[in-house]
Each structure stands twice: as structure tokens, then as C-alpha cells.
């Protein structure tokens, strides 16, 4: 028998990144660079084979068109094997500018 699991509802929409963006990261006793698949206002997918635990704290650093963007982050979600989804945290006026300009470009 199987269950119907409702779908998340997203407040932003995500963007795929095929071509891949990378991230560095740390966080717990993980310091890595990772590829980014998906991109969204309120976070990341980070492909990671051995992602770190729900509720883990990050930092991340990764280049957009016009620089770069720092942010503090947890880890929401993590799907074995694959990567994990993380929520920013922290993001300061220049970078949340950078990642709208982005997202917005890429949105058309």
C-alpha cells in the first residue's frame, strides 16, 4: 500500500542549475566544494555524497555574476547519497542583492 505525501509548498521558486554553480562550504568537521543543482531565494541543493546532519550550521561562499556571496546556512533536508538542501540563515544587503540579480536573470 502506498501513501500520497502532500507536496511542499515553496514560497520561492528554485532554479535549476544543469551546467552547475559550485559552493564552498563548511560546516561541523566538513569543509568541502560542491556542485549547486538547484538555486532558490531562500536556499540551496548542494550534491554531496556524505552530506553532514539535519540542523548543521554551513557557511557558504560561492562566485555570482558581479561577485561573490557570502552566507550562513542549515541543513534542512538531506536525501542519502545525493546532497542536501540548505536554508540561508544569514545573507547581508550585498549578497541577497547579488543572489536577486541573479535569480532574476535567470527567472526570465
Do not use: Y
Amino acid at each position: 500500500m502506498t501513501r500520497d505525501v502532500p507536496r511542499q509548498k515553496r514560497r520561492c521558486p528554485r532554479i535549476s542549475l544543469p551546467k552547475g554553480m559550485h559552493v564552498a562550504w563548511h560546516g561541523g568537521d566538513l569543509q568541502l566544494f560542491s556542485r549547486v543543482r538547484t538555486l532558490g531565494r531562500q536556499g540551496l541543493f548542494i550534491s554531496v555524497p556524505n552530506p553532514p546532519p539535519v540542523g548543521t550550521k554551513l557557511r557558504l561562499a560561492f562566485e555570482v555574476p558581479g561577485g561573490n556571496v557570502e552566507a550562513e546556512a542549515i541543513v534542512r533536508n538531506v536525501v542519502g547519497g545525493e546532497g542536501m538542501g540548505v536554508e540561508f540563515t544569514k545573507l547581508g544587503v550585498k549578497d541577497r542583492i547579488l543572489l536577486d540579480m541573479l535569480l532574476k536573470r535567470l527567472l526570465r
